[in-house]
């Protein structure tokens, strides 16, 4: 048996260190000593994703429980996987009453360091490092198999829990029998952003693609036989949500199918409505609250009748594409190594009413859950998606409504979500309905004014640039900041990262920014101001 005390001291180093290669070093020591029936328990934990997922179990319920352990029992990996199940299958009635029962019995046994993990386990706030990637590379390393060979087996399974067990007991061999499977979501791929036309186009060797980039809900839709799966970006299942969705696939000549496209909500003359009126339909029963219809649009397919064509080129899967749709429902293209031309499309794209273009090589596959150099994104208005980190309590008409929002971008390298500004402005009457709800029962401390939540909740924020700010603990506050909607979507590990805020802000200095701007900082660490708006 491993003891719970063994994966919070792992944790604890790995939050010590800033050092990626020392956190995986970590890791898979850790990995090594658990017992097999444990791995995916303990990958689970480690990268703040239990088996579970979320049983219920909130600030609130956790209020003045304490702990201490005195006693000779102590908690294994194993009766913490246990006690997440008890929780999780509590119901009805006196269920609060039952949960804070087991809790408080629970807790009686944990040391302090063991009370404060478990706590923010199940809270969803356990961010000491150990992201994926890193993980992925602990995982390797304990397993002595290839990084490479557990990153694909991950972008095929999608379950880092359930990979990590399989590398432990059956290494690289049983790694390599992961497969794509229709009806399976994938991590989508991912895009850099650029900012022009020209500059996406530059250094690629022959023609790219250049696509129409719509605002709408990047989806995944799965078909075998007449049975059709729509996954979102977070691999989130609404298929009973997008009827029509499901109908116009249904439609489609083909036996099985695997798409990537987005989803969109249109007016009678074709042009894009706005993104909220999109994202009204996803949640539970909103296609009947809000009939308007969504129109479905197809870029990339990875599979096609039997066929897997995730690893083939670009090229290859718009010819398959092309065939799937029948000349249905793709996204307009335009195939070129003219910048001209390419502009052009761009401005067409832009003249319709959409956001902009994507720019694609012909020649990489595609790279599930990853940011690659083969897909980029071109936008002529700043937006960055961003991560509620607090919210504050509005005065005047806003008096009872949470209000000011606390924006942060993930450090990809600590883990950590890093403080960028604030803003209330393009917050309707109806969003401060909404995120009022949303935040409370996301709330993990009060501190005045403000109610600190799990970074969880992704929002779309335009911007006019970004600026140094020794306010922030990024070092940088995006200038004019305003919210162009809630990105339902999309979950926090998808969003956009402090790298891409920082080349955005090295970008328009001109320079390679001031060293003083590299520093991370936990957020919560410091004291959050408490006014001024995003970009003071």
Avoid: C
């Avoid at 996406?200 to 995944?220: C, I």
């Amino acid at each position: 048996m491993t003891l719970f005390a063994t994966l919070v001291d792992a944790s604890a180093d790995v939050a010590a260190t800033s050092s990626r290669k020392d956190k995986s070093a970590r890791l898979a020591e850790l990995l090594r000593l658990v017992e097999s029936d444990e791995v995916e328990v303990a990958v689970g934990f480690l990268i703040g994703a239990p088996r579970q997922g979320r049983i219920g179990v909130g600030f609130e319920t956790l209020r003045g429980i304490s702990g201490g352990s005195t006693a000779d029992e102590v908690l294994g990996v194993l009766d913490v996987d246990r006690l997440l199940d008890e929780l999780g299958e509590l119901s009805g009635q006196g269920s609060q009453s039952r949960r804070r029962d087991l809790l408080e019995s629970a807790f009686a046994l944990t040391t302090g360091p063991e009370r404060e993990f478990l706590t923010r386990l199940l809270i969803g706030e356990v961010r000491q490092g150990a992201l994926d990637g890193v993980m992925i590379e602990a995982i390797a390393k304990a397993a002595k198999v290839k990084a490479a060979t557990v990153r694909r087996a991950n972008m095929l399974r999608g379950d880092l829990r359930i990979v990590g067990a399989v590398a432990m007991t059956e290494g690289a061999e049983g790694l390599e029998r992961f497969r794509l499977e229709v009806g399976r979501p994938l991590e989508p791929m991912l895009a850099k952003t650029s900012e022009s036309v020209a500059a996406a186009l530059e250094g690629q060797n022959g023609q790219m693609a250049v696509e129409w980039k719509l605002d709408g809900a990047r989806v995944q839709v799965h078909r075998r036989g007449d049975e059709v799966s729509i996954f979102t970006r977070n691999l989130r299942d609404v298929t009973a949500g997008l009827p029509e969705v499901v109908e116009a696939v249904r439609g489609l000549p083909v036996d099985s199918v695997l798409l990537d496209g987005e989803v969109i909500a249109l007016d009678e003359a074709g042009r894009p409505l706005p993104f909220q009126d999109t994202m009204s339909r996803f949640g539970s029963g909103r296609e009947r609250q809000h009939p308007t219809p969504l129109t479905a649009f197809f870029f990339d397919i990875l599979h096609l009748d039997g066929v897997d064509l995730i690893d083939e080129p670009g090229s290859v899967r718009i010819e398959a594409l092309g065939r799937a749709l029948d000349g249905r429902h793709e996204v307009p293209r335009l195939i070129t190594d003219d910048p001209e031309a390419a502009a052009a499309f761009a401005a067409e794209a832009l003249a319709t009413g959409h956001e902009g273009v994507m720019v694609k090589g012909l020649t990489s596959p595609y790279q599930a859950g990853r940011r690659g150099a083969a897909w980029s994104k071109v936008k002529p208005i700043h937006t960055l998606d961003l991560v509620v980190l607090a919210a504050e309590w509005g005065h005047g008409r806003r008096t009872g409504k949470l209000s000011n929002l606390h924006l942060g971008a993930l450090d990809s390298l600590t883990g950590e979500f890093v403080m960028l500004g604030k803003t209330f402005k393009g917050l309707t009457d109806e969003m401060l309905d909404w995120q009022t709800e949303r935040f409370l029962d996301l709330q993990t401390r009060r501190e005045g004014h403000i109610v600190h939540v799990r970074p969880e909740q992704v929002v779309e924020v335009a911007f006019d640039g970004v600026q140094a700010s020794r306010k922030y603990p990024a070092g940088m506050a995006l200038r004019f900041a305003r919210v162009k909607g809630y990105r339902e979507d999309k979950s926090a590990q998808a969003a956009d990262t402090i790298a891409t805020v920082r080349s955005i802000f090295e970008k328009s200095r001109g320079e390679a920014g001031d060293a003083n701007l590299g520093q991370r900082v936990r957020y919560g660490t410091r004291s959050v101001p408490a006014s001024g708006g995003a970009g003071s």
